[in-house]
């Protein structure tokens, strides 16, 4: 592929073998770039054209990539965002996580658009990338590390505090399936055992430092953007007073929240560890990605019972549930503990949360016993012994190593009925976000090539009436809004255009907390690139890339019958708002079908029509 100037790319791909310690650098093109624009887009291009189908996702022939977009450390507020993707040892499917923090800018500025890794190095190395300049160096002595040691040490070693590290701790060193991959200390590509992928690589770290980014095409129509944000900042304000999870008390009492695996509604004590009982315990203060103004992180501080590192940032919305609620804890202090170890060990704090509150519920029903679990009482509510077994999935030691494979694998071992309520689709634990009151979301749960994933998804509550949320999709023909319960095809045409819109955002490297819109989204890459490019032609990428994520699927032995959800939400919740109101398979499988009508699939084996791709230019 032929270079040629355009802005917000370098125009380079690094290509790094670990086998053989080979490192070359490949260009890329105007159209290249405007077909698959760049993050998950990039990912999945290069995942689904160089994978051959059943390669073993921990051994040499698994590719890990990392890859920025066309905005990646731009101007824009929201910019600081980066993509990893590899085959999923969780799922077996394609996975692609998303990720803020510094390390994407940085990458970008030390002079690519993506790195891919190949093979497995023989002993621990880490990446060097310093202003286009790559180097593999030794890290035996960072291996058993957890994340900060890890960043202090290689920081120390090229004595430079301004590196930027993406790296594993002990989780993914020990190829634990849940482990992800961390930027800093609080920002991780948690979803899909992307750590574990960079484990089996015996790859510790990626360390990056730039000086030079890529130009902007028009600065003044991308300054005038993020002067719209600055001036709208009210948009985004429970997200910069709170964090994520601002209504999370309200969440419970609509039945939004997961409780005890997601079979219960009620959990009063959500006041004890909802964002506002944070704000006004534990917090010392909030951070933000690269020159984002919301700055939505939490960074909290606790002194007994237990030491929490203030370094590693404090429990997002996902944790506060995954950890707290769906486990029936409400010890806050025993949250950001969990959080921390998490972080510390590259723990992806969903799907541990999701594992730990499965195994609980197994305890109860006398599927697991004390001797299973090494004489831990695996009850709702004990939150030590959360925290152990936090410990113990990240050492695979004891009964950590039983969950350290996920929810599906757990099920299967224990057998006896408890795939019922093993939550995941795909394999992929679900995100705590309820599709009993949000169906959208459930069809999105269902038919994301990720497994159960929320933020590839929609989420029903935002379009019942009129808002920004609507009024930014009147331009695609959505006039009017869409009952909450709906799962006709007006909901799954909805559904759909937020989707496709969440692949753009991951594919330019934009975080979907910010409020622009569609239409802003394109002329942001506009201003980036300089390409006179509009909505539709964004929409056309973003079906691109999700029919090519289809397609490595169905090479990997996916099916329809693989978009399901777990029984559970087809039952009432035993109390709380949702008690008498479970999802009805029926009107899944159709919202399903008209998906894949809508998308130009077949309607009833979800396989992408050969007029598809060749319209789509799939080859
Ligand atoms: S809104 Fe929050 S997560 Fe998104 S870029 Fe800003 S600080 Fe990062």
Request: proline residues 5%.
């Given at each position: 592929m032929a270079n040629q100037t355009r802005g917000g790319y370098n125009g380079k791909i690094l290509r790094v073998n670990l086998s053989d310690g080979s490192i070359s650098t490949e260009t890329t093109d105007d159209l290249f770039c405007r077909k698959f624009l760049g993050g998950a887009g990039f990912v999945t291009y290069f995942l689904w054209k160089e994978l051959n189908p059943g390669i073993e996702p921990l051994g040499p022939?698994?590719?890990?990539?990392?890859?920025?977009?066309?905005?990646?450390g731009s101007l824009l507020p929201g910019s600081g965002r980066n993509c990893i993707g590899a085959k999923s040892?969780?799922?077996?499917?394609?996975?692609?996580?998303?990720?803020?923090?510094?390390?994407?800018?940085?990458f970008k500025r030390a002079g690519y658009d993506a790195v891919i890794i190949e093979g497995k190095a023989e002993k621990p190395v880490y990446l060097l990338i310093h202003d286009g300049e790559a180097s593999i160096r030794n890290a035996s002595h960072l291996w058993g590390r957890n994340t900060k040691e890890t960043r202090q040490a290689i920081r120390d070693?090229?004595?430079?505090?301004?590196?930027?590290?993406?790296?594993?701790?002990?989780?993914?060193?020990?190829?634990?399936?849940?482990?992800?991959?961390?930027?800093?200390?609080?920002?991780?590509?948690?979803?899909?055992?992307?750590?574990?992928?960079?484990?089996?690589?015996?790859?510790?770290?990626i360390a990056v430092r730039g000086h030079k980014a890529p130009q902007i095409a028009s600065p003044e129509r991308l300054k005038e953007l993020r002067e719209w944000l600055l001036a709208n900042m009210h948009l985004v304000s429970d997200e910069a007073e709170y964090g994520t999870g601002a209504p999370m008390k309200f969440w419970e009492a609509n039945g939004n929240l997961p409780v005890r695996n997601w079979r219960d509604g009620l959990f009063p004590s959500v006041k004890m560890i909802d964002p506002q009982a944070i704000k006004d315990t534990i917090r010392i203060g909030m951070e933000g990605c690269f020159g984002c103004p919301v700055r939505c992180k939490k960074i909290v501080r606790v002194e007994e019972p237990?030491?929490?590192?203030?370094?590693?940032?404090?429990?997002?919305?996902?944790?506060?549930?995954?950890?707290?609620?769906?486990?029936?804890?409400?010890?806050?202090?025993?949250?950001?503990k969990g959080n921390e170890l998490c972080n510390a060990y590259s723990l992806d704090t969903i799907s541990t949360g999701s594992v730990i509150a499965f195994a609980m519920e197994c305890f109860e029903k006398g599927l697991l016993t004390s001797k299973d679990t090494d004489g831990i009482e695996l009850r709702f509510g004990n939150d030590e012994a959360m925290l152990k077994l936090i410990e113990l999935i990240a050492k695979r030691e004891g009964v950590g190593g039983l969950l350290a494979d996920g929810v599906v694998r757990l099920a299967q071992r224990i057998g006896r009925g408890a795939e019922e309520f093993a939550m995941q689709v795909k394999g992929l634990e679900a995100g705590m976000h309820e599709p009993r009151l949000k169906p959208g979301l459930g069809l999105g749960f269902m038919v994301n090539p990720h497994g159960a994933d929320h933020n590839c998804n929609m989420h029903d509550t935002l379009?019942?009436?009129?808002?920004?949320?609507?009024?930014?999709?009147?331009?695609?023909?959505?006039?009017?809004?869409?009952p909450r319960d709906?799962?006709?095809?007006?909901?799954?045409?909805?559904?759909?255009?937020?989707?496709?819109?969440?692949?753009?955002?991951?594919?330019?490297?934009?975080?979907?907390?910010?409020?622009?819109?569609?239409?802003?989204?394109?002329?942001?890459?506009?201003?980036?690139?300089?390409?006179?490019t509009g909505i539709m032609e964004q929409l056309r990428v973003a079906?691109?890339?999700?029919?090519?994520?289809?397609?490595?699927?169905?090479?990997?032995?996916?099916?329809?019958?693989?978009?399901?959800?777990?029984?559970?939400?087809?039952q009432p919740k035993t109390d709380g708002a949702l008690a008498d109101k479970p999802l009805d398979p029926a009107k899944m499988e159709k919202a399903k079908s008209y998906y894949y009508t809508l998308m130009s699939w077949d309607a009833h084996t979800g396989v992408p029509t050969p007029e598809r791709l060749e319209e789509l230019d799939i080859v």
């Open positions: 022939d698994n590719k890990l990539i990392f890859a920025a977009g066309p905005l990646t040892p969780l799922s077996g499917t394609i996975a692609k996580s998303e990720v803020g923090g510094f390390w994407g800018a940085e070693e090229l004595g430079d505090r301004s590196i930027r590290v993406a790296m594993i701790g002990p989780g993914g060193e020990n190829l634990v399936l849940q482990a992800c991959i961390m930027n800093g200390l609080y920002d991780a590509a948690g979803r899909g055992g992307l750590g574990a992928v960079m484990g089996s690589k015996n790859l510790k770290a237990y030491a929490v590192d203030s370094d590693y940032g404090g429990p997002e919305y996902e944790t506060l549930a995954a950890l707290g609620s769906n486990c029936g804890i409400d010890n806050l202090k025993a949250i950001a379009y019942y009436a009129m808002g920004p949320k609507l009024e930014e999709l009147k331009p695609l023909g959505i006039l009017e809004p869409v709906d799962i006709g095809p007006r909901k799954v045409a909805l559904f759909r255009l937020v989707q496709l819109k969440e692949i753009i955002l991951d594919s330019m490297g934009v975080c979907n907390f910010l409020p622009y819109s569609y239409e802003q989204l394109a002329n942001a890459t506009a201003a980036v690139t300089g390409w006179d079906e691109r890339i999700l029919t090519m994520a289809r397609l490595f699927n169905i090479h990997e032995g996916f099916t329809a019958a693989d978009d399901k959800l777990p029984r559970r939400y087809f």
